[in-house]
């Protein structure tokens, strides 16, 4: 069974603060997703990356797979209160039998960003 | 826009009822999941299904079953509830392999007394 360890499980900061939040796992995958879930919301794609090293940025938000794809981060800079929410990476697995279509999900990271 | 619906967003029963909970995509995925998500465990997947009337346990099938008669249509099914089944349940649809977006649902919290 894969796993994807994320950390902090809680993070709260003052608008304006930069954060890094890190997804780690002993295992391989093909490809690492990000989503964020709101309150009362199911969680919404925010990136994939693909290749190892690959980074990819969204405004504010700069996602990064190791180059060994066995990890991910996601740096928030001058966080605004728009970005809270609950943080969960996922990945792919490397096979392509049956288990190719299931996500393995980290426990995420809730995030608050304090006016 | 992708739109994955779910019948109700709260929903309240008693131990040993059958309950049905609904989810509907209107993006003629063929990857449809039902998950549930508790604090500190993060989401877990419960069933999948590839195709209409194919389906695959995921990582915590007791208890529950399935039914996909039509593509757009994902059934989650608690044969006879019990209060550990208490819990935000998801559903999610795909088009594709796994690299691919997953298109959540709202949720519904179900709550079983």
């Known amino acids: 069974t894969q796993l994807l360890e994320q950390s902090p499980q809680f993070l709260s900061i003052q608008e304006g603060e930069n954060l890094t939040v890190y997804c780690n796992s002993s295992?391989?995958?093909?490809?690492l997703q990000w989503y964020r879930q709101e309150p009362g919301e199911g969680p919404v794609l925010l990136v994939t990356?693909?290749?190892?090293?690959e980074v990819k940025k969204l405004k504010r938000l700069t996602f990064q797979f190791g180059d060994a794809r066995k990890d991910s981060s996601l740096h928030i800079t001058a966080a605004q209160p728009g970005d809270t929410g609950l943080y969960l990476c996922?990945?792919?697995?490397?096979?392509?039998?049956?288990?190719?279509?299931?996500?393995?999900f980290g426990k995420g990271t809730k995030l608050s960003v304090i006016p | 826009d992708v739109k994955v619906t779910q019948s109700s967003r709260y929903l309240v029963k008693r131990t040993g009822e059958k309950v049905f909970l609904e989810c509907v995509q209107d993006?003629?995925?063929?990857?449809m999941f039902w998950y549930r998500q508790d604090p500190g465990l993060g989401l877990r997947l419960i069933y999948f299904?590839?195709?209409?009337?194919?389906?695959e346990k995921g990582d915590i099938p007791e208890g529950y079953s399935v039914s996909r008669e039509k593509k757009e249509r994902f059934s989650l099914i608690l044969e006879s509830a019990s209060t550990n089944q208490t819990s935000m349940y998801l559903c999610?649809?795909?088009?594709?392999?796994?690299?691919?977006?997953?298109?959540f649902g709202d949720g519904t919290r179900l709550s079983i007394l």
């Open positions: 299904s590839y195709d209409v009337k194919m389906k």
């Open positions: 295992s391989v995958f093909s490809s």
């Open positions: 990356v693909v290749t190892g090293g």
């Open positions: 993006m003629d995925h063929e990857n």
């Open positions: 996922a990945g792919a697995p490397e096979d392509s039998g049956a288990g190719s279509y299931q996500l393995t």
């Open positions: 999610a649809s795909r088009k594709g392999g796994s690299n691919q977006p997953q298109h």
